[in-house]
């Protein structure tokens, strides 16, 4: 779609239109598309008022605060806002739909050799299995792409192609881009040696420079992280399960997935014990099992949790109870609206924000770093390292006085 590369303000309705039609085609629900619908209908009404401009990201932001103003204070509002505006802008830029969750299984069958191919290659490499769920996902973004694209086989991919590919990570993080980019080059070497094309691609992509580490980990006051709390109504059954879950995190520091997969023998209830070998390094970790942990698993399992055979302490609370799915920063965020806790644009609130708080609140109280690393089960001392700088109050200790 070269040619909606560059559309006039007072031109949008067209393409709204063919986006739209395209969305439903690929299967977006109704909600979604009226969520959609709405935030672009505002966005022609604002262009209606103003004197024609090339549509771009600038103009795009200058509408959002102009129309939404404070009700985009709030993290959730945002992304009901910004999601409708990065399809539109990426499909006038790009001429396709870039999907932000993927609902398929397996991949198509054009694909399907080289990317289990690769995949078990990344196995054989040592890579643990967290990390081939990520590639995995990744791997289900870039065939969307390219079957949008019109790109059925891989041995059909061509320079032009790969070059919009790249673009596509233009307004994702610096982190996102850089672990897509630096797989997908691997994936083209991979293709070229075992004759999924002729040519590899990987000499043209760009090394992304992943500047996360610059920036500093957020994380929740202590009074937010009791109001949080607070917020869950311990007395019906998904809420037994998600306080469990949460204190989990907030007293023990394990990540949202090790909390998702916890299973029944992985507790030890006489040495008061939780020990699992961690999803993203592999590496085992055993911790001592706080009493309010303790109490809080209990009452879910006795008054909680429904009859059935899971080996997972934790479970979906729709038959047939099956293994929870990927939480992220979907419970913290539900029970951030409901204690009414307000975050500025810039701060990140999920589940690993409760680990960051846990870093964070262990190293004010002096707790050495390699006994940090160790708790929260850091593969590397220097993932540690980073919660040095959101602690003021041993900074200040570090400080030079100044001769004036």
């Known amino acids: 779609m070269e040619e909606n590369r560059v559309v006039m303000t007072n031109q949008l309705a067209a393409p709204i239109s063919v986006l739209r039609t395209k969305m439903v085609v690929m299967g977006y629900s109704k909600y979604t598309l009226r969520r959609y619908t709405k935030v672009w209908d505002a966005l022609l009404e604002y262009s209606a008022s103003l004197e024609a401009q090339v549509f771009t990201a600038k103009y795009s932001q200058e509408f959002i605060n102009e129309t939404y103003g404070g009700y985009y204070d709030n993290k959730y509002s945002r992304y009901a806002v910004n999601r409708p505006m990065n399809v539109l802008l990426d499909f006038i830029r790009l001429g396709v739909v870039i999907r932000q969750t993927n609902q398929k299984k397996t991949f198509s069958q054009n694909y399907k050799a080289l990317f289990e191919g690769y995949l078990k290659s990344q196995v054989e490499r040592g890579l643990t299995a967290g990390s081939i769920t990520a590639m ?61 094309h002729k040519e590899t691609f990987s000499g043209m992509i760009p090394h992304v420079k992943n500047l996360r580490r610059q920036r500093l980990p957020h994380t929740f006051t202590s009074d937010e992280i009791q109001k949080l709390l607070a917020a869950v109504d311990k007395n019906n059954p998904k809420g037994k399960r998600d306080y469990a879950m949460l204190l989990m995190t907030v007293r023990l520091g394990l990540r949202s997935g090790d909390v998702r997969a916890l299973t029944f023998s992985a507790i030890d209830w006489n040495k008061k014990t939780i020990a699992i070998t961690q999803q993203k390094t592999g590496k085992f970790l055993e911790l001592p099992m706080p009493d309010d942990v303790g109490w809080a698993i209990i009452d879910y ?40 806790i307000t975050t500025p644009q810039n701060r990140v609130s999920g589940m690993h924000t409760l680990r960051h708080s846990l870093a964070s609140s262990m190293l004010a109280e002096g707790i050495s770093l390699p006994t940090i690393s160790s708790v929260l089960g850091h593969a590397d001392i220097s993932s540690t390292e980073s919660y040095l700088r959101v602690d003021i109050k041993t900074l200040r200790l570090c400080a030079l006085e100044v001769d004036l």
Request: net charge neutral.
């Open 136 to 196: 995995r996902s990744h791997l289900f973004r870039l065939e969307n792409f390219l079957l949008d694209t019109g790109v059925e086989e891989f041995n059909k991919l061509t320079r032009e192609t790969v070059n919009l590919y790249i673009e596509s990570f233009i307004n994702y993080s610096t982190g996102t881009a850089s672990t897509s980019l630096r797989e997908f080059g691997r994936l083209c070497d991979y293709a070229a040696a075992e004759g999924f």
């Open 301 to 340: 399992l006795k008054n909680g949790r429904p009859v059935c055979s899971n080996n997972t302490v934790f479970v979906s609370h729709m038959p047939p109870y099956n293994e929870l799915n990927p939480i992220s920063g979907n419970l913290v965020a539900k029970y951030m609206r409901q204690a009414g």
